[in-house]
């Protein structure tokens, strides 16, 4: 079982920027790879970013892209979300999630954090 912590949410005004972090719990945290989505009141869940085990490959949503980055540190079980130039539609619930196969789908992601909310004001 393995458990994910996320933080570094809060309130930022549009043009601005926020990291996210998400710590795991399980000392096999390098066997994973990692996922960022969201989900504002009313949408569905959307992929954001995901990045393989190693780190060596990257995947970003398309709203996403160019503004934010996705990271890991294995030392640390934790993986980022570096979020810049923020927009008031990236207002969300920001979740981590793991898989033992890289995807882009929420459905095979095994393990969930409980998410950290992101608000951009105008």
């Known amino acids: 079982q393995v458990q994910l912590v996320e933080s570094g949410g809060g309130l930022v005004q549009a043009g601005g920027s926020l990291k996210l972090s998400c710590a795991a719990s399980?000392?096999?945290?390098?066997?994973?790879?990692m996922g960022w989505f969201r989900q504002a009141p009313g949408k569905e869940r959307e992929f954001v970013a995901a990045i393989t085990k190693g780190g060596g490959l990257k995947y970003y949503g398309d709203s996403v892209k160019g503004r934010f980055m996705i990271s890991r540190e294995n030392a640390k079980n934790t993986v980022y979300l570096q979020m810049n130039s923020l927009k008031p539609e990236d207002t969300a619930i920001y979740y981590c999630?793991?898989?033992?196969?890289?995807?882009?789908?929420?459905?095979?992601?095994?393990?969930w954090g409980q998410g950290t909310q992101v608000t951009v004001s105008p």
């Open positions: 399980e000392r096999t945290f390098t066997n994973y790879h």
């Open positions: 999630a793991a898989t033992l196969s890289i995807t882009l789908r929420s459905q095979d992601y095994d393990y």
